[in-house]
């Protein structure tokens, strides 16, 4: 099984709203990602996590707030966003230490929009 | 990160095989070549990596040269199906890291 969920499929949200992203893994990956896509652009990394811990934070702004509360899940918590923030949210899952295999296996994102 | 350097954009007849390169001259001796595609409106899909040996699997088939500054990606049969962007990365193994995608290759599938 090489799936990783993330819920919602869709999200509108106004910028004082409060709002969570989920991605959840069950192939025993213990690193994690978010990634951002703008329409008709590459994905672009926003965080990682090994071993429930932040690795990366590629200087995203405070209003994105990740967590991993265990192995199989993360989160991303939105608050007070701007309508430039509207973007497909992808989260992606790997192996990690020395398993030798580092292929990302990405879900298939929450496209958010803020109005 | 080492960079890489795609064609923007290649068109393949269905059924004919796809042979998509890239230019990785910069690239490390600790770092493999990894090969993505994203469908429309879909996530990543990973496809196939090598470090310095030509590799293949149930998805394609990647070539890489032996000085490891280019290699190809081979879709043998292509199908309407495969038409997606497909990004060649080079991504240093060891550890969990980042992926940078560049703006890649959009390959049309045409009947």
């Known amino acids: 099984d090489t799936e990783v969920t993330q819920t919602p499929k869709h999200l509108v949200m106004g910028m004082t709203n409060k709002k969570s992203l989920k991605c959840e893994q069950h192939?025993?990956?213990?690193?994690m990602y978010w990634y951002k896509q703008k329409a008709k652009k590459p994905p672009e990394l926003m965080f990682v996590?090994?071993?429930?811990?932040?690795?990366i934070n590629e200087s995203v702004p405070s209003r994105f707030s990740p967590e991993c509360p265990n192995s199989s899940l993360l989160n991303l918590h939105l608050h007070a966003l701007q309508p430039e923030d509207s973007a497909l949210y992808l989260c992606?899952?790997?192996?990690?230490?020395?398993?030798?295999?580092?292929?990302?296996?990405f879900g298939p994102g929450t496209r958010l929009t803020v109005t | 990160d080492a960079k890489t350097t795609q064609p923007t954009s290649m068109d393949c007849a269905e059924g004919r095989a796809a042979n998509l390169p890239c230019n990785h001259s910069?690239?490390?001796?600790?770092?493999?070549v990894y090969w993505y595609r994203q469908i429309h409106s879909q996530g990543p899909q990973y496809i196939i990596h090598?470090?310095?040996n030509n590799e293949t699997n149930e998805m394609a088939s990647l070539i890489i040269t032996e000085d490891r500054k280019s290699s190809t990606l081979i879709l043998p049969h292509a199908t309407l199906r495969d038409t997606a962007v497909y990004y060649c990365i080079v991504f240093p193994t060891g550890t969990a890291s980042k992926l940078t995608f560049g703006t890649g290759t959009r390959l049309q599938v045409t009947l």
């Open positions: 192939m025993g990956h213990r690193a």
């Open positions: 992606a899952s790997s192996q990690s230490g020395t398993s030798g295999r580092y292929e990302q296996y």
């Open positions: 090598g470090l310095k």
């Open positions: 996590y090994s071993y429930e811990k932040l690795s």
């Open positions: 910069t690239i490390s001796g600790n770092e493999y």
